[in-house]
């Protein structure tokens, strides 16, 4: 079981067998409200300042999603070595 949960953690982290950008932006499509428009195109903004644009945000936070469920996979591998 450890094995598999390595090899889980491997795929997600390692990026091994997948292209991230790949899912991103088919995850994006989903979305109906910024159908037609680049992700690079569309910008954050907070009280007229401008944050990102919405690719750069999306990549980071695709990023700390994956870090954390690699987090909560690793927590469980721990428990199983008991």
């Given at each position: 079981?450890?094995?598999k949960l390595q090899e889980i953690i491997n795929f997600l982290?390692?990026?091994?067998?997948y292209d991230k950008s790949e899912i991103i932006a088919d995850m994006l499509d989903e979305i109906?409200?910024?159908k037609?428009?680049?992700s690079d195109e569309i910008?954050?903004?907070?009280?007229?300042?401008?944050?990102?644009?919405?690719s750069d945000f999306v990549d980071k936070f695709y990023s700390k999603i994956?870090?954390?469920i690699?987090?909560?996979?690793?927590?469980?591998?721990?428990?199983?070595?008991?």
């Open positions: 079981m450890e094995n982290e390692l990026e091994e067998g109906e409200e910024i037609g428009y680049f910008g954050l903004v907070w009280n007229d300042k401008e944050l990102m644009v919405l994956i870090e954390k690699c987090n909560v996979i690793k927590t469980f591998q721990d428990e199983t070595k008991e």
